[in-house]
């Protein structure tokens, strides 16, 4: 298994630029994560998606950030307009079921906002 | 909110054990899980406890309490490759009945020779 795939690995951009990461979660994985790690703040859950619906997006910081997951094994996760403070790195991460499964991470997309 | 404390840095010598803590602070606790993150990289996961007691998986083993809202990670026979950032992360299940994953900031070990 090629394991969960993020795309792109680096991105820079300027502050009011729309960024669009992308993630394809382990094939059978029904639970999709998106979190954002910084240095001040650790690892944090953005939202999450069983089935590809929204269950939890109470960790979206504000209304700039949006994420879809159309199927099973693509997922986006938008932040429109961009600022500095949105730079961190965010994975993604898949798992089977919540209740037992462990998380499986992408290798994540390290964000640059000028 | 969720509380969870774990130290921010430890340094340990090449062949000797270290045991990073965490404890934490939680309604709806639903298990505890230690990852691994080499710098740069993602986390990957290293144990999961749910029930009291210690698991054993070679040179990492993984203790919890839920009494106290403590757990421990020990790193036997320690090696270069082991200096990384260990993560504690509490599984809660919330007023809906899903499970969210809320991670301490992290441990960071440095292995000396």
């Known amino acids: 298994d090629a394991g969960v795939i993020q795309s792109p690995r680096h991105e820079v951009t300027e502050m009011g630029q729309e960024v669009t990461l992308r993630c394809k979660p382990i094939?059978?994985?029904?639970?999709l994560f998106w979190y954002r790690q910084t240095m001040m703040r650790g690892l944090e859950l953005l939202i999450y998606?069983?089935?590809?619906?929204?269950?939890?997006d109470s960790g979206m910081p504000e209304d700039r950030f949006s994420a879809k997951m159309p199927n099973a094994s693509f997922s986006t996760l938008k932040i429109q307009p961009s600022e500095p403070r949105d730079s961190a790195v965010y994975f993604c991460?898949?798992?089977?079921?919540?209740?037992?499964?462990?998380?499986?991470f992408g290798p994540g997309t390290r964000l640059t906002v000028l | 909110g969720q509380n969870i404390d774990q130290p921010t840095e430890m340094t340990a010598t090449e062949g000797a054990i270290v045991q990073i803590n965490c404890t934490y602070q939680?309604?709806?606790?639903?298990?505890l899980f230690w990852y691994q993150q080499h710098a740069g990289e993602a986390p990957t996961f290293l144990s999961y406890?749910?029930?009291?007691g210690l698991e054993e998986k070679g040179r990492f083993s993984s203790f919890l309490s839920r009494s106290k809202g403590y757990s421990y990670l020990l790193l036997k026979e320690l090696q270069m490759k082991d200096s990384a950032s260990y993560l504690c992360?509490?599984?809660?299940?919330?007023?809906?009945?899903?499970?969210?994953?809320?991670f301490g900031t992290g441990t960071r070990l440095t292995v000396i020779p």
């Open positions: 991460a898949s798992s089977r079921r919540t209740s037992v499964d462990t998380q499986y």
């Open positions: 094939s059978g994985h029904d639970y």
């Open positions: 998606f069983n089935n590809n619906v929204p269950i939890d």
């Open positions: 939680t309604s709806g606790f639903n298990g």
């Open positions: 406890n749910v029930l009291d």
């Open positions: 992360a509490v599984r809660v299940i919330n007023q809906t009945g899903a499970n969210n994953l809320f």
